[in-house]
């Protein structure tokens, strides 16, 4: 799948996702427009997360924030 930027958005300094990374923005692409990347905890128990099909282990086990990338 073709991930592409379009000539009009933000370049942020800093971008907070919630609850799991979203794949168009670990792209190579779109590194220069998210700055850092940090990932919080919304509350989804783990075991919605196996109910889905999604084997994660509990990555909040010791912050509700976690730092992805570096911009």
């Known amino acids: 799948?073709?991930?592409?930027?379009?000539?009009k958005c933000?370049?942020?300094?800093?971008?907070m996702i919630l609850a799991l990374p979203k794949q168009g923005l670990l792209k190579e692409n779109?590194?220069?427009?998210?700055g850092s990347l940090y990932l919080?905890?919304?509350g989804i128990p783990g075991a919605l997360y196996k109910?889905?099909?999604?084997?994660?282990?509990?990555?909040f086990q010791h912050r509700s924030i976690i730092k992805l990338l570096s911009g």
């Open 51 to 59: 109910e889905l099909g999604l084997d994660i282990e509990n990555i």
């Open 40 to 42: 919080a905890d919304i």
């Open 30 to 34: 779109a590194k220069s427009h998210i």
């Open 1 to 7: 799948m073709l991930w592409k930027v379009f000539y």
């Open 10 to 15: 933000i370049r942020a300094d800093h971008t």
